[in-house]
């Protein structure tokens, strides 16, 4: 428990150091794109390499996907019914942010070191399947809610297939599936790289965080989280109750559970045409509450290994 608290702890003090950065005038909000850019193409993928480098594929990993389908399946709906008579920015803003988690700038980072290789490979079959939620079923729903058209298979591939994290997970996979191993040096790369993810990724988060809320928005907020937790709990507890998964991967999954809404949300909510200030102040404060829920998921689980052993 006091290595959970004391990485939320560390993890608080870079979000505040990049805000208070960006306030000072030291970053502007524009630093966080180049910053982003590095973590996506360059220690996010390392981290990849460096968690999975061990791996060694179980019938169980499966479950992880399907369990991450369930769960974004169940959300959509969730955010379906929330939203049904509201403005179509509303809908839109919604829509990108109720099933979207943030695996690879917050999860990942913050998981790193508190869980196993398995964990860490239920990470990212999970992640997988949010990518198709997010890159394939949540476009085209918002196509139709605009009457444009519809799912783009077109669109889902080319999302995946140019994904550095994602092609990273899937060339990890392969390699352990043919049971072989990368080279040292590369694994050293990939280590030293993979270090410097959580401060990068913590540090962008910041200087992109905003604390100015419309008034407005408040209740809608309120009520979107409610639903979100009123569904991913229930759904972390059936996972650990029921599902026929170890007890590293049970955690892993419900801690990314209670994960934040994903930082590219409001941008796929404005390509949309949807209300971008909305999915903004969504994100901010779902990054706030994700750390408590991760860390209360993160204890109790580990509470109840404890207990069950």
Known sequence: MGNVLTQAAVYLTLLALGYGFKRAGIFRTSDAGFLKSVILYVTMPAVAVNGLKDLVLRPSFAWCFAIGCLTCAALTAAGAALTGKAPLGSRLAYLFSINSFNVGNFAIPFLTGLISTDGFAALCLFDIACTIFLYGVDF?????????????????????????????????LALAAAGLRLPAP????????????????????????????????????????LMRYGVTIPLAAAVWLAAPLPGDIRQAVCVLMMAPVASVAPLLTSN???????????????????IVMMVAAYALTGALAGTAA
């Open 140 to 172: 085209g729903l918002a196509e139709g809610c605009k009457g444009s058209g519809g799912f783009s298979p077109r669109l889902l591939a080319r999302k995946i297939f140019t994904s550095p994290i994602t092609m990273t997970y899937f060339a990890m």
């Open 186 to 225: 590369v694994l050293k790369l990939a280590e030293v790289a993979g270090n410097a993810n959580g401060f990068l990724a913590m540090l962008s988060i910041g200087i992109l965080f905003e604390c100015r809320f419309r008034r407005e928005d408040l209740a809608a907020t309120v009520k979107f989280f």
């Open 272 to 290: 949309a045409g949807g209300d971008a200030a909305k999915a903004a102040q969504i994100n901010s404060v779902g990054i706030l509450l994700g």
